[in-house]
């Protein structure tokens, strides 16, 4: 159901709150369409500055149009800073450092040549597009799939710990193995090979040259097969182990900014502010 949008009985406080951090009403769902296509194009001319020949003829242009995106993302951002009533939760949650994430690139290109790249970070903003649409759902199934690798954080560094274990000796014996005349000049580079191989990336810069090299090449590849489903069996039973979805609010908080409620919820899950 549409709230109602009248601004009676609200300050700028409330009526800014329901502009810039909810989506279900007519001002907020301007604003977030609006907010979506700004990132896609300043994402768009992050990109575009990268190609040469399109710098050479434009890059004035694109440099104009990636200060000016700075800016309405900076006066975007303090403004969600100064409406919520514990700015500092919001500052320190994903969405607040995702969207400082997004101005400051361009600032420290003034002191770091090439630092502007980084602006592409902005795509990760674009995540509200579920929201935005009313696409909750999503949500949902997206807060299932973070309680499945969080569950699963145990066990993938167990087994990351392993194969880890696992490169290192097997590239210490092609090391010996092979020896620096065969391109296995250290044990680190050796590592590096074993890596690739393992991963079945394969990217042929090393390779092994006698017969007992070859056949340790051999083990290593039938191993990198049957290693890369591990992780996805892994993170597939702990999906399963989930509760069944259950709807999501796309209201935020208005004192931290948090989304991702539960459509039943009375209070913040995060801040514990009424809703």
């Known amino acids: ?30 604003f977030d369409v609006i907010l979506l296509i700004a990132i896609i194009l300043s994402v768009v001319a992050v990109m575009l500055e990268s190609v040469a020949k399109i710098k050479l003829e434009y890059g004035h ?43 400051i ?8 040549v090439g630092a502007q790249s980084l602006l592409v970070i902005r795509s990760i903003r674009l995540l509200r597009v579920f929201r935005v649409f009313k696409l909750a ?8 799939l973070m309680s499945a690798l969080k569950a699963s954080r145990p066990k993938i560094i167990v087994f990351i710990g392993a194969v ?5 000796i097997l590239g210490t014996l092609m090391y010996l193995i092979e020896g620096g005349e065969n391109g296995f000049t250290s044990i680190p580079k050796s590592i590096y090979w074993a890596v690739v191989t393992l991963t079945t990336v394969g990217y042929g810069d090393i390779a092994p040259q006698t017969v007992l090299g070859q056949g340790l090449a ?21 999906m399963t182990r989930q509760k069944p979805y259950s709807p999501v609010s796309t ?25």
């Open 251 to 275: 209201q935020a908080c208005p004192h931290c900014g948090a989304e991702g409620h539960d459509s039943d919820a009375a209070y913040c899950k995060k801040c514990g502010g009424h809703l």
């Open 1 to 30: 159901m549409t709230k109602d949008y009248s601004k009676a009985g609200k300050n700028w406080k409330d009526i800014l709150h329901e502009i810039i951090f909810e989506a279900d009403t007519p001002g907020g769902k301007v």
């Open 105 to 112: 690139p361009t600032y420290l290109s003034l002191i770091f």
């Open 164 to 168: 880890f274990t696992m490169v290192v």
């Open 218 to 238: 051999t083990l290593i590849m039938i191993l990198g097969y049957g290693i890369i489903a591990v992780p996805t069996g892994i993170v597939s039973a702990e």
């Open 61 to 103: 242009v694109l440099y104009i149009a990636e200060w000016v995106f700075t800016i309405l993302f900076t006066i975007e951002y303090v403004t969600r800073l100064l409406i919520v009533t514990r700015p500092f939760k919001y500052a320190i949650s994903f969405l607040g450092i995702i969207d400082l994430l997004s101005v």
């Open 137 to 144: 759902r999503f949500l949902g199934e997206a807060s299932q």
